[in-house]
């Protein structure tokens, strides 16, 4: 037994634990060395996991390190840490910091949890981490969401550590991603899509093919923003993930006019025979639509279309917008993108621009093909010659 005296540190002891034999009532002592010691009037004890009386030296050396660099033994704390103890620390630092991927955050929470749910936080080393890209990789998850999971992961470590619940943060390894997404929808794969989607997620759906709005954007529309006098749709500043405000005509967009005039009839219905108020465009039975993933998964099996989400509709209201001629600058006003960023990484091109492209390279190959031409006037206008060939053999003065 080793005892130490109060000090700055605090005190304490290593010691083997006694006990009574059951069956010859005898007194023993345990072969495992345990540690004992206090801090502000609180007692803490805790074993070794050894039979050799230095090992349970040194861990409580280390014990009274860390209440000297910390200010308590968080070791001890950091043992009984579990990874659904970090949860509530991520979920309240994006509340309180008002983030607006939080749903995002909690769909990486739910996959993380599906893996690491019983684990305490100290088992949650690289290894175990390795096997979790190894699970998601046979799921078919794309490399960008199995990075941005691993992301949500370290950011509740590092949150862990600065609440003083843990020491420091495993190494968490990281994932190349080369998986730009590319998805668009043609018309006939939007109409086949949206076939198989449940009644109340179709009007979900067609409203971002017709305008490119961001999936939380669209479920969280009210009715305040809807001006059918004036015929647009608002963003309020804030609103947004860029937090800049947004309107969107539709007066003059036939098919963005009727849908949202049938979902204004279906909701004013559906408010009469129940007798409630419902603030929201688009909802399931007056209630909010939080997420349709597994609707949206099924829909896309049914349809035969692999590998397409719904932000494949932002893109392609995007390549719409190129195709009907509008301006990149007002396209943008339209969607919501702060710079043209989207066009280089998708390399959306207007198709117009395209074969103006081609035809001046055409005509480029026409002429030289045809040989050199100069230029003469002939009363006024301009009309093209050809140069006789230079006689071999002369020469000039």
């Given amino acids: 037994m080793i005892e130490k005296k109060p000090s700055q540190r605090g005190f304490g002891r290593v010691y083997q634990p006694g006990y009574r034999d059951r069956k010859t009532k005898e007194k023993k002592l345990s072969p495992t060395w ?16 050894s039979t050799n ?31 659904e103890d970090l949860v509530p620390l991520l979920v309240t630092n994006y509340q309180i910091n008002s983030r607006k991927s939080l749903d995002r955050a909690q769909d990486a929470i739910t996959h993380l949890r599906e893996f690491f749910g019983l684990d305490r936080a100290i088992e949650i080393q690289p290894d175990r981490i390795e096997q979790y890209i190894a699970k998601r990789q046979c799921e078919d998850a794309m490399p960008a969401t199995m990075k941005y999971e691993l992301a949500v992961l370290k950011r509740m470590f590092t949150l862990a550590v600065q609440a003083q619940r843990l020491i420091n943060r495993p190494y968490i390894p990281s994932i190349e991603v080369r998986n730009t997404r590319t998805g668009f929808f043609e018309e006939p794969e939007f109409r086949a899509v949206l076939e198989h989607l449940p009644e109340e997620v179709k009007p979900v759906a067609e409203f971002m093919y017709l305008t490119g709005w961001r999936k939380q954007e669209v479920l969280t529309l009210g009715w305040r923003q809807v001006d059918f006098n004036a015929g647009v749709v608002r963003l309020e ?10 309107t969107f005509p539709f007066s003059i967009f036939p098919a963005m006019k009727a849908l949202l ?9 559906l ?39 719904p932000h494949d509709f932002r893109r392609t209201a995007v390549r719409n917008l190129e195709r009907a001629g509008v301006p990149r600058s007002v396209a943008m006003k339209l969607t919501g993108h702060q710079t043209e960023s989207v066009y280089r990484r998708y390399a959306i091109v207007s198709e117009r621009d395209l074969s103006e ?3 001046k390279l055409a005509a480029l190959h026409t ?11 002939i009363e006024g206008n301009f009309e093209p010659s050809r140069k006789a060939p230079a006689k071999q053999g002369t020469s000039g003065n």
């Avoid at 090992?55 to 950091?78: C, Y």
């Avoid at 500043?237 to 947004?246: F, H």
């Fill in 261 to 269: 005039e049938r979902q204004r009839a279906r909701t004013d219905a």
């Fill in 237 to 246: 500043p804030g609103t947004t993930k860029t937090d800049e405000g947004r």
């Fill in 271 to 309: 408010q009469q025979a129940t007798d409630q108020i419902i603030p929201w465009v688009f909802h399931r039975d007056g209630k909010p639509i939080r997420s349709f993933r597994k609707a949206w998964d099924n829909a896309i099996k049914e349809a035969g279309i692999p590998r397409r989400i």
């Fill in 53 to 83: 009386r230095v090992v349970a030296v040194r861990l409580l050396h280390e014990r009274f390190e860390e209440v000297a660099r910390h200010g308590r033994p968080v070791s001890v704390q950091a043992e009984k840490v579990a990874f």
């Fill in 34 to 49: 345990w540690v004992e010691y206090w801090h502000r009037g609180r007692q803490f004890r805790e074993s070794s996991q």
């Fill in 357 to 359: 492209g081609v035809a």
């Fill in 367 to 377: 002429g030289q093909e045809r040989g050199p031409v100069e230029r003469r006037v």
